[in-house]
C-alpha cells in the first residue's frame, strides 16, 4: 500500500451547497488520502436548489480518463453521474484501473434521489444505467431511496425494520456488488447503517437529528472512503462515518444552516484524522 493511498473521485462540482467533489477532497486530504477528481459535471449549486446552472461533461472524460491510462489508484470513488454515456465511460475506467491494479477497489454512491423521491436530474433510464454499474463495485452505499429504485421495490418511508432492511440488502447484492451499506436507516431517535458483506449483515446506529442536511450521503461515503483507504475494515469504516456524521449534524442544527446549505463540516474536519485510530 502506499504510504498516502491515492483515490479518483468521480463526482461533480457543485459551486455552492457542500456535496460531492467539495465534500469528498477536503474529507479524503485530511484523512492523508490523495483526492484525484474527476469531475462529471459542473452546477453553479446543487440541483436541491431552486435555479442552478448545469454543465454536462461527458464529452470531456474519454480524454480525460485517457491521459490516466499512466496512472494507478488504489480506490475509486464514484458518485453523481450525469448522463448514460457518461456511466458507460466510467465503467470502462473501471476495468482498465482493475486489469492495472487488481487490489484496485470501487466505492460506488448511487447517487440518485433522497427521501423517496428522484433527483430532476435523475431520468428511470439513468437509474437503469446505474443498476448496471453497481455489479462492478465492490461497495455500495444507497440510502433506503436509492436502495428501492435500484431494486424496483416500493419506497415506504426511512424507518425500516431490520429484516426489510436485510431483504434490500439481499437484493442489493443479487445486482452483483461485492457488499452493500444501507444509509439512514431511522429507528426512532436512532438513525444507522446496516451494513451486508460475505453473507453476514450487521448494524451500527447513532443519535438522530431531526433535519435533513443536503450532501450528508457524500460526506458520509467521503469518509467511509477515506477509511477504507486507509485499510479500515468495512464495519470500522461504517462506524467512523456514521460517528463523524452524528457530531456534524448535531453542530450543523445547532448553527441553524439551512438544510439546502449542506453539513457544516469544516469545523469538524480535524477531528478526522484522530477518528482513524479510535476505530478498531
Ligand atoms: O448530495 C448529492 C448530490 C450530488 N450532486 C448533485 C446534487 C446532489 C443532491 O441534490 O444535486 C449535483
Request: net charge negative.
Amino acid at each position: 500500500m502506499r504510504t498516502v493511498p491515492r483515490v479518483a473521485c468521480i463526482n461533480d462540482l457543485s459551486g455552492f451547497g457542500r456535496c460531492s467533489l467539495t465534500t469528498a477532497i477536503p474529507v479524503l486530504s485530511v484523512m492523508g488520502v490523495q483526492a484525484c477528481p474527476v469531475p462529471t459535471a459542473v452546477l453553479s449549486k446543487h440541483t436541491g436548489f431552486p435555479q442552478f446552472t448545469f454543465t454536462d461533461l461527458t464529452d470531456t472524460l474519454t480524454a480525460y480518463f485517457d491521459s490516466w491510462d499512466d496512472l494507478d489508484f488504489d480506490w475509486i470513488y464514484a458518485g453523481f453521474l450525469g448522463s448514460i454515456g457518461q456511466i458507460e465511460m466510467v465503467r470502462a475506467f473501471f476495468v482498465r484501473q482493475k486489469q492495472k491494479n487488481p487490489d484496485c477497489r470501487i466505492l460506488l454512491d448511487p447517487v440518485m434521489g433522497d427521501e423517496g423521491k428522484r433527483y430532476s436530474t435523475y431520468t428511470p433510464e439513468l437509474c437503469d444505467a446505474v443498476r448496471r454499474l453497481v455489479s462492478s463495485a465492490d461497495v455500495i452505499t444507497p440510502n433506503i431511496t436509492e436502495a428501492c429504485l435500484l431494486t424496483g421495490t416500493e419506497y415506504c418511508g426511512e424507518c425500516l425494520h431490520m429484516q426489510a432492511a436485510e431483504r434490500l440488502a439481499d437484493s442489493l447484492m443479487q445486482l452483483g456488488c461485492g457488499s452493500v451499506v444501507i444509509t439512514g436507516i431511522v429507528q426512532e431517535n436512532r438513525i444507522g447503517n446496516l451494513t451486508y458483506q460475505d453473507g453476514r449483515a450487521s448494524y451500527s446506529d447513532v443519535h438522530r437529528t431531526e433535519c435533513l442536511f443536503s450532501g450528508t450521503g457524500d460526506l458520509f461515503a467521503s469518509v467511509l472512503c477515506g477509511a477504507l483507504a486507509r485499510g479500515k475494515s468495512l464495519s470500522a469504516s461504517v462506524k467512523i462515518a456514521g460517528a463523524f456524521l452524528s457530531e456534524v449534524t448535531q453542530g450543523t442544527l445547532r448553527e441553524h444552516t439551512p438544510a439546502a446549505e449542506g453539513v457544516l463540516f469544516e469545523p469538524y474536519l480535524c477531528r478526522l484524522g484522530g477518528m482513524l485510530y479510535e476505530e478498531k
